[in-house]
């Protein structure tokens, strides 16, 4: 209220003021005069026209794939939550992956680093690269060049199972082998 | 969980009375005055003129409680009602306005505007509107003080009537800067991505969830969009044919354009302000870490380079700062540095698994998502770390980002079975639901215009 009664002192002081510089110097500006009038005259003439850009639609473009792919060649390899180090029960699927690449020396393979549902699409997709990485570490200390070996991460937006379980959820914390053979 | 927002609600302003009080009066022609005095009294005058141009009715800063009571009238004419419901939806969901109900009106909308048929049941702003032509539009608008008894705003719009709702938000708008001096947001967008039989689509709806449709950018896993700050690209993370590239959606030329593909990850994260400049997430070195990239330059600058997780980094509004996670401490967290890299420290103690940062317009708070319970919530936190207060509890909800001008957050939520788009108020009030049943949806960010 305080604040109220100053800023009403202060006005008062205004008013004084603009009748006072009108009386000594008349030739001043017009609005200067008046400026509570003024806003209301200005918006009686307001118009305005309402457009939208049209959206055109734009198509992404397809790039044709170089290889043909051949999946479920492999079991599947799982991993813990929140973790990718290669589990125990990892390194014999791991071991038929890496027999097969050495006898079929023209052909490369590709892992794909999943996640369960838990947790954001960006931080999965971290975790999914770190464990399609470690699945190609394993691979390499076996003897397979690394240059054969593709990764790629899906995060959690590629599960195998959608109920919201502990089965579940386990079996979407997977590393998924596919062969990529040259058309 | 105690929710203790207090950032900004309604309150009438002191300065109402400016315009109402201040007469120049003739009686003192007689009086004059030393030079001195005479400038800054014009000086005085000056400010006075600019002061009642820029009346404001609430100041929508101050954390008092009081919302400012707003009767909107049913217009007449075509498509009268559906455009004046559209405005009272508008004001109503910001939490600032209380529009009060049609049925308590003792004013018919055909009949002129008498202040004392609104003061007598509360109302403080009266909208009144006529809407003429068929399929195009002409809606004349009258905004009044109803205290004052005048009219402060009367203006004339006119669109097809395919535009119906862009008009609808495009008035109140004009309401809404009238009442408060700050830009409404109603005609701003949301952009989400939805997935469809194994397939990825970008769309793009109103901020109340109208009007959707699909941008025809497809993929086979796409995320979350980011606007550039003049709104006028999208740039995302797309993956196609095995790799994950980063493209940019460019609306004046409608086209699509890959700006940054590598081995590995890569997923893109805010725009600078230069247009031209973005900051993203890749495993092309081995695990994730932060770059920024300039696009026509392809000049890439590495900001991190730890053994851990590094995604999801926010930019604050002048570019100085920026929000990530990092697993570094055994979980990820938020963390915050420069814009160079340095100085990062963390910034969430909270809680086993805190993602997804976004950095308020304003400045003054970041959203994320934090497990609690074994659900994903949506928080907010003070760039500081101090404040930590949480918005939602039911579900999952995730992905949150601002409105431009701060005031509301978009997240996605899976409270209903299929993940869907709600918005909300920054303080966790009026959770709504603005994407349709059977559309699986996430990743939403609110356009800047």
């Given amino acids: 209220m305080k604040k109220f009664l100053v800023l009403a002192a202060i006005l008062g002081f205004v008013a004084f003021g603009c009748a006072e510089r009108k009386a000594v110097v008349p030739t001043q500006p017009q609005e200067m005069q008046q400026p509570q009038t003024k806003a209301p005259e200005e918006s009686t003439k307001a118009k305005e026209k309402i457009t939208e850009q049209e959206r055109a639609k734009v198509e992404s473009k397809d790039i044709p794939s170089k290889f043909e792919e051949i999946s479920g060649m492999f079991k599947d390899i799982y991993f813990d939550y929140d973790r990718y180090d290669v589990r125990e029960d990892a390194k014999q699927t791991l071991k038929v992956v890496a027999d097969h690449l050495r006898k079929n020396t023209a052909q490369k393979v590709l892992i794909e680093g999943h996640c369960d549902e838990r947790g954001t699409s960006e931080y999965n997709l971290g975790l999914g690269d770190k464990r399609a990485k470690s699945a190609k570490d394993f691979l390499v200390s076996l003897g397979v060049p690394s240059s054969r070996i593709e990764t790629i991460s899906y995060g959690k937006e590629k599960p195998v199972c959608s109920e919201h379980t502990e089965d579940c959820w386990a079996k979407n914390r997977r590393g998924h082998f596919v062969i990529l053979k040259g058309k | 969980m105690k929710k203790s927002f207090t950032i900004q609600d309604s309150r009438f302003k002191g300065v109402k009375w400016l315009s109402s009080r201040v007469v120049p009066t003739q009686r003192l022609n007689y009086l004059t005055a030393p030079c001195v005095l005479f400038l800054l009294l014009t000086a005085c005058c000056l400010l006075l003129s600019a002061a009642a141009e820029a009346k404001v009715y609430i100041d929508i800063t101050s954390p008092a409680a009081r919302k400012l009571p707003i009767a909107v009238s049913e217009f007449g004419g075509t498509f009268g009602k559906e455009i004046s419901d559209i405005i009272k939806d508008d004001l109503d969901f910001t939490g600032i306005f209380l529009c009060l109900d049609r049925n308590a009106f003792m004013e018919a909308p055909s009949q002129p505007f008498n202040p004392k048929n609104w003061t007598v049941i509360g109302a403080e702003a009266v909208v009144k509107g006529m809407v003429s032509g068929a399929r195009n539009l002409v809606a004349t608008v009258s905004l009044y003080d109803a205290l004052e008894g005048r009219e402060i705003l009367r203006k004339e719009y006119q669109t097809e009537a395919s535009l119906l709702r862009p008009l609808a938000h495009t008035i109140a708008n004009d309401i809404y800067r ?62 196609r044919n095995r790799q994950w590239g980063i493209y940019l959606l460019d609306f004046k030329k409608t086209s699509e354009t890959k700006v940054f593909s590598s081995k590995g990850t890569n997923i893109a994260g805010d725009f600078f302000p230069h247009p031209d400049e973005f900051i993203f997430s890749s495993s092309m070195s081995g695990s994730q870490d932060l770059y920024t990239y300039r696009i026509p330059a392809s000049k890439l600058n590495r900001l991190t380079s730890s053994r851990g997780i590094e995604v999801s980094p926010t930019l604050s509004p002048d570019g100085g700062q920026i929000s990530f996670i990092s697993d570094r401490d055994g979980t990820p967290q938020l963390f915050i540095m420069s814009r160079d890299g340095s100085n990062a420290r963390r910034l969430t103690f909270n809680g086993p698994y805190n993602t997804s940062p976004s950095w308020s317009p304003r400045g003054d708070k970041i959203v994320f998502s934090g497990r609690q319970g074994g659900k994903n919530q949506i928080f907010a936190i003070n760039p500081d770390g101090s404040g930590i207060t949480q918005l939602t509890d039911r579900g999952n909800n995730e992905d949150p980002s601002f409105s431009p001008d701060g005031r509301y957050i978009v997240f996605s939520s899976d409270r209903d079975g299929e993940k869907a788009v709600f918005i909300m108020r920054v303080n966790g009030e009026a959770q709504k639901r603005i994407t349709p049943k059977g559309l699986r949806v996430f990743g939403p960010r609110w356009s800047p215009n």
């Fill in chain 2, 178 to 239: 009238q009442m408060t001096g700050e830009s409404g947001i109603f005609r701003t967008r949301v952009a989400y991505v939805a997935r469809k039989g194994g397939e990825d689509s970008i769309y793009l709806a109103d901020w109340d969830g109208h009007r959707a449709m699909s941008l025809g950018i497809k993929g086979n896993v796409i995320l979350s969009p980011h606007w550039s700050k003049d709104g006028s690209r999208l740039l995302y993370s797309s993956e």
